[in-house]
C-alpha cells in the first residue's frame, strides 16, 4: 500500500514513510493509492472481533510495512480497558467503544473513555505506540512542538509521556484554557512533556509555532515535528469505530446504518467516508457544526468558503471552532474522481483567501453518491438537546456531542439506525452544563480534585527568541 499527496507532484510513500510528516512537499495531504476493500465474507468474521482484533484487520490494510506481529503488539497494547476506562460509571470499558441505546434505533457511540476524555484519545494514543515504535527502529528522536487551546494538547501529552526518543513542547494561551484543561495538561510531571503557557490568546501560541517551523535549520537540528489531525495515522486508527459502531448497532451486515459526526477539521468524519468507500455499509453520513458553519454551507450549498479567523465565532462547544477545514481536501479529492489538477486549482482559489463552488458542475452531481447530509447547532440548540437528553433519558452529553445529535435527529433517515459519535465528556465542559442542567457534571474516578494537584508550566511572553531558547535548552545536543 502506498501513499499518494491529493495536489499530485509528490512521490508515493509507504505508511511508516508518511508517519512522523505532515503536509506532503507539494502541499497536499497524503491518501492511499487505492482504498482497499473490505469483502462481504471479511465483514460476516469481523462482526464477532474484540477491539484490538478488529483494529488489527482494518489497520494491517493500510500499514502493510509494519510486520503484522509488531504492528498486533502495537494496537494490542494500545486499546486495551484500562487505558479506556475514564468514562460514566455504567460503560461498558471492555468493548473500548461501547454503544448506549437510547431508544430502540438511536444510539450513542462512546469514544471519550480515555484518559483525557475526548474522542482525540482513540488515535492520539495509538499514534504515541507508532512514534515510539518507528523511532526506536530509526535510532532516531522526535521533538513535537504544538499550540493547543484544549483537547488536542493534552490528548497529545497523555498519548506520548513517558516515550522514549518523544518529547513534547506545548504551548497554550495563559489563563485561556478552563482549570479543568490546566490541570490535566499541567499536573503531568513526565520529564519529556514541557508545558509552556504564552501570554496572550491562542493566535499568538499558533504564530510563534509557525515561525518555528519556517525556520528550516532550526527545525531539523533539533528535530522538529508536530502531531495535528492531518496526520494519515489518525484518520486511520479512526476507521475503526465506524465498523465497530456498525456492528454494535446492527444485526446482520444486510443493513445500512447513519452516522452523526460533530465535525471541526474534518478528520473524524473523514475517517467515516473512507470506511464507507472500503465497502462498510453507510447509509447516511452526517456532518454536524456548530456556528461555524463553513462545511455545512458547503455540504447545502455546494459553495466552500473559509472564514478567515478574526470571523470564527467563540463558542460552547470549542473544539468545532474552526475557520478552515484542514482535512477537506481529501474528501474534495475523491469528490472530483482524483483529480489532482482539479484540487491544486480549487485550492489556489482558497489559500489566496477565496473560495470555491461546485453548484452547477458535474460534482455537484456526483455529491449525492457519497451519502452526506449536514446542519448546524446554536448554543440554545446546545442547551435544549442536553436538557432533553437528560430528562427523557437520564443521559448527560456535552456540547459537542449535543450537536451532533440535534443534527442527527433532524436529518435522520428513519429507516436507518442512527448512531451518534460522542466525542468528550461532559466533565470537561462544566460551565455549559451547569448553564443547561442547573447541576455540575460527574468527573470519572479519580479526576475529582485536579484542580489541586502540583502544576508544572513555563509561564512566558509570545516571543520567538525566547521560545527557541528555551527548546534548545531542553533538547540535549
Ligand atoms: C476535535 C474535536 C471535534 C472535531 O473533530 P474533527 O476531527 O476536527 O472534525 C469535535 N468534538 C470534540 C470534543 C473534539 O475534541
Same mark, same amino acid.
Given at each position: 500500500m502506498k501513499y499518494i499527496s491529493t495536489r499530485g507532484n509528490s512521490p508515493a510513500k509507504t505508511f511508516t514513510e508518511i508517519l512522523l510528516g505532515g503536509l506532503a512537499p507539494d502541499g497536499g495531504l497524503y491518501l492511499p493509492q487505492i482504498y482497499?476493500?473490505?469483502?462481504?465474507?471479511?465483514?460476516?468474521?469481523?462482526?464477532?472481533?474484540?477491539?484490538?482484533?478488529?483494529?488489527?484487520?482494518?489497520?494491517?490494510k493500510f500499514a502493510t510495512d509494519i510486520p503484522a506481529d509488531d504492528l498486533r503488539a502495537i494496537i494490542s497494547k494500545t486499546y486495551t480497558a484500562a487505558v479506556y476506562s475514564n468514562g460514566?460509571?455504567?460503560?461498558?470499558?471492555?468493548?473500548?467503544t461501547p454503544l448506549r441505546t437510547l431508544e430502540p434505533g438511536v444510539h450513542i457511540l462512546e469514544l471519550s473513555n480515555g484518559p483525557t476524555l475526548a474522542?482525540?484519545? $482513540?488515535? $492520539?494514543?495509538?499514534?504515541?505506540?507508532?512514534?515510539?515504535?518507528?523511532?526506536?527502529k530509526q535510532h532516531d528522536e522526535l521533538n513535537i512542538l504544538g499550540a493547543t487551546s484544549g483537547d488536542t494538547g493534552s490528548a497529545a501529552e497523555y498519548a506520548m509521556r513517558g516515550k522514549r526518543g518523544i518529547r513534547v513542547f506545548m504551548l497554550s494561551p495563559h489563563g485561556k484554557m478552563s482549570a479543568f484543561q490546566r490541570a490535566q495538561m499541567y499536573s503531568l510531571q513526565d520529564p519529556n512533556i514541557f508545558n509552556i503557557a504564552i501570554r496572550g490568546v491562542f493566535d499568538n501560541a499558533q504564530d510563534i509555532v509557525k515561525a518555528v517551523s519556517n525556520d528550516h535549520a532550526f527545525k531539523a537540528k533539533y528535530k522538529i515535528g508536530t502531531v495535528n489531525s492531518i496526520n494519515w495515522a489518525r484518520v486511520s486508527a479512526q476507521i475503526v469505530y465506524y465498523f465497530k459502531g456498525y456492528f454494535a448497532a446492527t444485526q446482520s451486515n444486510d443493513e445500512q446504518a447513519a452516522f452523526s459526526v460533530p465535525s471541526g477539521n474534518f478528520g473524524n468524519i473523514c475517517a467515516g467516508h473512507i470506511a464507507r468507500m472500503m465497502g462498510l455499509p453507510i447509509g447516511q453520513l452526517i456532518l454536524a457544526t456548530n456556528e461555524n458553519d463553513v462545511l455545512d454551507e458547503f455540504f447545502r450549498t455546494g459553495v466552500y468558503r473559509p472564514r478567515d479567523t478574526r470571523h470564527t465565532y467563540e463558542t460552547s462547544s470549542p473544539s468545532m471552532d474552526i475557520s478552515k477545514a484542514s482535512n477537506f481536501e481529501r474528501f474534495v479529492f475523491d469528490l472530483v474522481g482524483r483529480d489532482a489538477d482539479q484540487v491544486r486549482e480549487f485550492w489556489a482559489r482558497v489559500d489566496a483567501g477565496g473560495e470555491f463552488d461546485i453548484?452547477?458542475?458535474?460534482?455537484?452531481?456526483?455529491?449525492s453518491q457519497f451519502k452526506f447530509a449536514s446542519g448546524k447547532s446554536t448554543h440554545q440548540d446546545r442547551l435544549k438537546t442536553i436538557r432533553e437528553l437528560w430528562e427523557e433519558y437520564g443521559v448527560m452529553v456535552d456540547t459537542h456531542t449535543a450537536d451532533g445529535l440535534k443534527v442527527g435527529l433532524e436529518q435522520r433517515r428513519p429507516s436507518l439506525p442512527l448512531i451518534c459519535l460522542e466525542t468528550a465528556l461532559p466533565a470537561k465542559f462544566e460551565e455549559t452544563i451547569v448553564e443547561a442542567l442547573g447541576r455540575k457534571p460527574e468527573r470519572p474516578a479519580g479526576m475529582e480534585g485536579i484542580e489541586n494537584l502540583p502544576q508544572r508550566v513555563e509561564v512566558m511572553d509570545a516571543d520567538l527568541a525566547r521560545l527557541k531558547a528555551y527548546i534548545a535548552a531542553h533538547v540535549p545536543q
Amino acid at each position: 500500500m502506498k501513499y499518494i499527496s491529493t495536489r499530485g507532484n509528490s512521490p508515493a510513500k509507504t505508511f511508516t514513510e508518511i508517519l512522523l510528516g505532515g503536509l506532503a512537499p507539494d502541499g497536499g495531504l497524503y491518501l492511499p493509492q487505492i482504498y482497499p476493500q473490505v469483502s462481504r465474507a471479511e465483514l460476516d468474521a469481523w462482526r464477532s472481533l474484540s477491539y484490538a482484533e478488529l483494529a488489527f484487520a482494518v489497520l494491517s490494510k493500510f500499514a502493510t510495512d509494519i510486520p503484522a506481529d509488531d504492528l498486533r503488539a502495537i494496537i494490542s497494547k494500545t486499546y486495551t480497558a484500562a487505558v479506556y476506562s475514564n468514562g460514566r460509571a455504567d460503560s461498558d470499558f471492555k468493548q473500548i467503544t461501547p454503544l448506549r441505546t437510547l431508544e430502540p434505533g438511536v444510539h450513542i457511540l462512546e469514544l471519550s473513555n480515555g484518559p483525557t476524555l475526548a474522542f482525540k484519545d $482513540m488515535a $492520539m494514543q495509538l499514534l504515541g505506540n507508532l512514534f515510539e515504535y518507528a523511532l526506536d527502529k530509526q535510532h532516531d528522536e522526535l521533538n513535537i512542538l504544538g499550540a493547543t487551546s484544549g483537547d488536542t494538547g493534552s490528548a497529545a501529552e497523555y498519548a506520548m509521556r513517558g516515550k522514549r526518543g518523544i518529547r513534547v513542547f506545548m504551548l497554550s494561551p495563559h489563563g485561556k484554557m478552563s482549570a479543568f484543561q490546566r490541570a490535566q495538561m499541567y499536573s503531568l510531571q513526565d520529564p519529556n512533556i514541557f508545558n509552556i503557557a504564552i501570554r496572550g490568546v491562542f493566535d499568538n501560541a499558533q504564530d510563534i509555532v509557525k515561525a518555528v517551523s519556517n525556520d528550516h535549520a532550526f527545525k531539523a537540528k533539533y528535530k522538529i515535528g508536530t502531531v495535528n489531525s492531518i496526520n494519515w495515522a489518525r484518520v486511520s486508527a479512526q476507521i475503526v469505530y465506524y465498523f465497530k459502531g456498525y456492528f454494535a448497532a446492527t444485526q446482520s451486515n444486510d443493513e445500512q446504518a447513519a452516522f452523526s459526526v460533530p465535525s471541526g477539521n474534518f478528520g473524524n468524519i473523514c475517517a467515516g467516508h473512507i470506511a464507507r468507500m472500503m465497502g462498510l455499509p453507510i447509509g447516511q453520513l452526517i456532518l454536524a457544526t456548530n456556528e461555524n458553519d463553513v462545511l455545512d454551507e458547503f455540504f447545502r450549498t455546494g459553495v466552500y468558503r473559509p472564514r478567515d479567523t478574526r470571523h470564527t465565532y467563540e463558542t460552547s462547544s470549542p473544539s468545532m471552532d474552526i475557520s478552515k477545514a484542514s482535512n477537506f481536501e481529501r474528501f474534495v479529492f475523491d469528490l472530483v474522481g482524483r483529480d489532482a489538477d482539479q484540487v491544486r486549482e480549487f485550492w489556489a482559489r482558497v489559500d489566496a483567501g477565496g473560495e470555491f463552488d461546485i453548484k452547477g458542475t458535474p460534482y455537484w452531481d456526483a455529491l449525492s453518491q457519497f451519502k452526506f447530509a449536514s446542519g448546524k447547532s446554536t448554543h440554545q440548540d446546545r442547551l435544549k438537546t442536553i436538557r432533553e437528553l437528560w430528562e427523557e433519558y437520564g443521559v448527560m452529553v456535552d456540547t459537542h456531542t449535543a450537536d451532533g445529535l440535534k443534527v442527527g435527529l433532524e436529518q435522520r433517515r428513519p429507516s436507518l439506525p442512527l448512531i451518534c459519535l460522542e466525542t468528550a465528556l461532559p466533565a470537561k465542559f462544566e460551565e455549559t452544563i451547569v448553564e443547561a442542567l442547573g447541576r455540575k457534571p460527574e468527573r470519572p474516578a479519580g479526576m475529582e480534585g485536579i484542580e489541586n494537584l502540583p502544576q508544572r508550566v513555563e509561564v512566558m511572553d509570545a516571543d520567538l527568541a525566547r521560545l527557541k531558547a528555551y527548546i534548545a535548552a531542553h533538547v540535549p545536543q
